[in-house]
T-cell receptor, first 121, second 113 residues
Framework: AQTVTQSQPEMSVQEAETVTLSCTYDTSESDYYLFWYKQPPSRQMILVIRQEAYKQQNATENRFSVNFQKAAKSFSLKISDSQLGDAAMYFCAYRSPSFNAGGTSYGKLTFGQGTILTVHP | DAGVIQSPRHEVTEMGQEVTLRCKPISGHDYLFWYRQTMMRGLELLIYFNNNVPIDDSGMPEDRFSAKMPNASFSTLKIQPSEPRDSAVYFC???????????FGQGTRLTVV
């Protein structure tokens, strides 16, 4: 079964600084998708960024970028020029391919435990 | 589109009562997920459907939990009988395909007293 691990329960950063959130996952598949979601106090889940496993290039969305290391099964999120509005819980997620070796649980979306990010002014 | 719609937003019930949570996915989405979020266990996948068919229900905690998707625009998660340890926020999410992100509803905060 696929598992997603976020080893940092909490992180903090000064406003305008850079912070990196860690995520590792376990899979035997070669084609899959990875996501980072943000959950502010409103509890709404918001997509931050996505990465396709077969793409070598790391995804970037404005101040958010990832460091995707496929062989190491690592998918970290870097937030540059941190803003007060970035304070939230961040979740890493893995999505299974449409067909896997076992033929089951295709398209399954599994989340890590989350990392609470605090931004200090 | 109005997004994924969950009801109710809040539910307080007494232990032993039946609880039904409802979800309307985004039109045209083929996947529907039910998650439970607690401080201790994070965001757990309970069950998910593809084209109204349950694909994986291995996350359903016990027989007290059941989920149905009678058609493409509606799903329910039922707990019978409810227990205090079921208190959590329950999310429904939907997506168009396996290679796209899931869109989440606002969640239902369930409190069992």
């Amino acid at each position: 079964a696929q598992t997603v691990t976020q080893s940092q329960p909490e992180m903090s950063v000064q406003e305008a600084e850079t912070v990196t959130l860690s995520c590792t996952y376990d899979t035997s598949e070669s084609d899959y998708y990875l996501f980072w979601y943000k959950q502010p106090p409103s509890r709404q889940m918001i997509l931050v960024i996505r990465q396709e496993a077969y793409k070598q290039q790391n995804a970037t969305e404005n101040r958010f970028s990832v460091n995707f290391q496929k062989a190491a099964k690592s998918f970290s999120l870097k937030i540059s020029d941190s803003q007060l509005g970035d304070a939230a819980m961040y979740f890493c997620a893995y999505r299974s391919p449409s067909f896997n070796a076992g033929g089951t649980s295709y398209g399954k979306l599994t989340f890590g435990q989350g990392t609470i990010l605090t931004v200090h002014p | 589109d109005a997004g994924v719609i969950q009801s109710p937003r809040h539910e307080v019930t007494e232990m032993g009562q039946e609880v039904t949570l409802r979800c309307k996915p985004i039109s045209g989405h083929d996947y529907l997920f039910w998650y439970r979020q607690t401080m201790m266990r994070g965001l757990e996948l309970l069950i998910y459907f593809n084209n109204n068919v349950p694909i994986d229900d291995s996350g359903m905690p016990e027989d007290r939990f059941s989920a149905k998707m009678p058609n493409a625009s509606f799903s329910t998660l039922k707990i019978q009988p409810s227990e205090p340890r079921d208190s959590a926020v329950y999310f429904c999410a939907s997506s168009t395909n396996w290679n796209t992100e899931a869109f989440f509803g606002q969640g239902t905060r369930l409190t069992v007293v």
